[in-house]
């Protein structure tokens, strides 16, 4: 790895899920190309190594310290103490603090130079929230208030590589799916779209799409919120009244929209042919679609942050905690995808 490759900080997330062991499977495979450095307890990382058989040699840095190149095996670490020793698949709310410090520790070095990007290994909400932490929704609202903006907006992203490999497949390199709404009850989802929040997400959209993702000009297909789209009314009044009056002034200032269209069928290998990232109203509309089609392949990426974080598509798999039945497919391609970002936010800044 050379040494001047971007620094990923990789957060080992909710300590008695899957995270910890994803980490040091990150460190023994095929390396991003990146150097990476695991955010997270030396002591947990060492007792999951241990528990599962995997050689992985920790170097204990500070927080922000430099971090060398280093050989597959051997995991750079920027500590943060558990509250409590952790088992596997069981949720402990005294170390809700600890996952959050993680995370501020790798926002702070993004911001501050010593990291080039932030991949998260997957967090608990829950446990966040019965410790007490209101109003917790996830990485990426946790994110946007840390980092000071109004808005962001999660699109999830299947690897390039596993459409180049489907035959038949008509849609972009990768199927991208950003959400208008994220983690908020169904109940709540009609009212959280308003013009002014969709305008503000197609803008975010569309700007990241050309800034992280190298797409001149972008093709985004916009869901309607109702079955069939509303119906021209009949099921549903939001198309009409909020929606499309948004697409119909954006497409004015040259942004290219199809929609709104009907959720069902613009899912479809036709619809998504030349489609460059769907905008789905809602996280259930969007994200089953996603995972169907690459889950294990795919990475969560937050847009209209001031620095690049990415995820894994998958949560904290609580059930398969400490027993090496882990996939580390989309931490890799998480790493990759920030790797890939870092370099291209890099190239744009000294052009
Ligand atoms: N990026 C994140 O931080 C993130 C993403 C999604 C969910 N979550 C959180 O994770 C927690 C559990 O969520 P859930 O149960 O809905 O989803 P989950 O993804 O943890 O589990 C769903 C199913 O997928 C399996 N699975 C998940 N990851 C896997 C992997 N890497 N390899 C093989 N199988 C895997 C699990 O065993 C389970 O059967 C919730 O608190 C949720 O909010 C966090
Ligand atoms: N909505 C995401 C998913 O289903 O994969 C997940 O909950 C992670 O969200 P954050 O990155 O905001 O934690």
Known sequence: MPPTAPV???TCGEPAGIGPELMLQLALGEPPPARVVAVGDPTLLAER???????????????GEPVPAVRPGVLPVWPVALREPSRPGRLDVANAGYVLETLDVAIAACRQGQADAMVTAPLHKGVILDAGHVGFRGHTEYLRDACGVDEVVMML?????LHAAQPGWQGGAALRVALATTHLPLREVADAISATSLERILR??????????????????????????????????EEI?????????????????DGPLPADTLFTPRHLAGVDAV???????????????????A????????????SVDHGTALDLAGRGLADAGSLRVAAALAAEMACRGSAAATS
């Open 8 to 10: 990923l900080a990789v």
């Open 49 to 63: 190594a241990e528990r599962l058989g995997l050689e992985v040699g920790l170097l204990e840095l500070q927080p």
């Open 157 to 161: 992203a299947t690897d390039s590589a």
């Open 204 to 237: 975010i959209l569309h700007a990241d799409l050309i800034r992280w993702f190298g797409v001149a000009a972008p093709r985004i297909a916009v869901c309607g919120l109702n079955p069939h789209a509303g119906e021209g009314g009949h099921l549903g009044r």
């Open 241 to 257: 009244e909020v929606i499309a009056p948004c697409l119909e002034r954006l497409r004015k200032q040259g942004f290219v929209l």
């Open 279 to 297: 905008l789905a109203m809602y996280h259930d509309q969007g994200l089953p679609v996603l995972k169907y089609a690459g889950f294990g392949r």
């Open 299 to 310: 990475a969560n990426i937050t847009l209209g942050l001031p620095i690049v974080r990415t």
